[in-house]
T-cell receptor, first 113, second 113 residues
Framework: DAGVIQSPRHEVTEMGQEVTLRCKPI?????LFWYRQTMMRGLELLIY????????DSGMPEDRFSAKMPNASFSTLKIQPSEPRDSAVYFC???????????FGPGTRLTVL | DAKTTQPTSMDCAEGRAANLPCNHS???????VYWYRQIHSQGPQYIIH???NNETNEMASLIITEDRKSSTLILPHATLRDTAVYYC??????????????FGTGTRLQVTL
């Protein structure tokens, strides 16, 4: 298996633009997580899905952020409009078993100018 | 999730055992101890987890005290590739709506020649 796949790996955009980050979880995994990592705040959970259903979105910073999981093999995290303070590395992770062993993707480094 | 306390940083000589401590004095009976690590610029990587018994896998050993208020992750023969930030996390088993990981600041392990 190729592991968790994220795209793009790097994104540079201007303030006000829409940004869409994509994630393909490991096949057969039924939970998917979106995290954000910054120097100031560390690694934060934004939202997670079980069987494609959003379970906990309490970490989503504000209405500019939205996440979807239309099927078991694809999820998106959208920021609209983007702001410089959204600059961070965004990680996607998936989990398949009955324990909290999560497999992380390589991350998307987002820079908002 | 219960909180954990880890030293900010540690050094270890290559080839020696690295012993990373973690305090989790408020852990509850159904919570597990998970260890992850994050090598620079990569996504976090699962290492090991345990409930109350000591555990060992190909990467590390986990020693949990009898009262479960603290644990130690042991890398038996540290190499330069083990240089990373190590996170000790207390979480439930991994099922249900509360099954998420809360990452703290971790321990930065530097392995030196």
């Amino acid at each position: 298996d190729a592991g968790v796949i994220q795209s793009p790996r790097h994104e540079v955009t201007e303030m006000g633009q829409e940004v869409t980050l994509r994630c393909k979880p490991i096949s057969g995994h039924n939970s998917l997580f979106w995290y954000r990592q910054t120097m100031m705040r560390g690694l934060e959970l934004l939202i997670y899905f079980n069987n494609n259903v959003p379970i906990d979105d309490s970490g989503m910073p504000e209405d500019r952020f939205s996440a979807k999981m239309p099927n078991a093999s694809f999820s998106t995290l959208k920021i609209q409009p983007s702001e410089p303070r959204d600059s961070a590395v965004y990680f996607c992770a998936s989990r398949g078993g009955g324990y909290n062993e999560q497999f992380f993707g390589p991350g998307t480094r987002l820079t908002v100018l | 999730d219960a909180k954990t306390t880890q030293p900010t940083s540690m050094d270890c000589a290559e080839g020696r055992a690295a012993n990373l401590p973690c305090n989790h004095s408020t852990i509850s009976g159904n919570e597990y101890v998970y260890w992850y690590r994050q090598i620079h610029s990569q996504g976090p990587q699962y290492i090991i987890h345990g409930l109350k018994n000591n555990e060992t896998n190909e990467m590390a050993s986990l020693i949990i005290t009898e009262d479960r208020k603290s644990s130690t992750l042991i890398l038996p023969h540290a190499t330069l590739r083990d240089t990373a930030v190590y996170y000790c996390i207390v979480s439930n088993r991994g099922t249900g709506t509360a099954s998420k990981l809360t990452f703290g600041t971790g321990t930065r392990l530097q392995v030196t020649l």
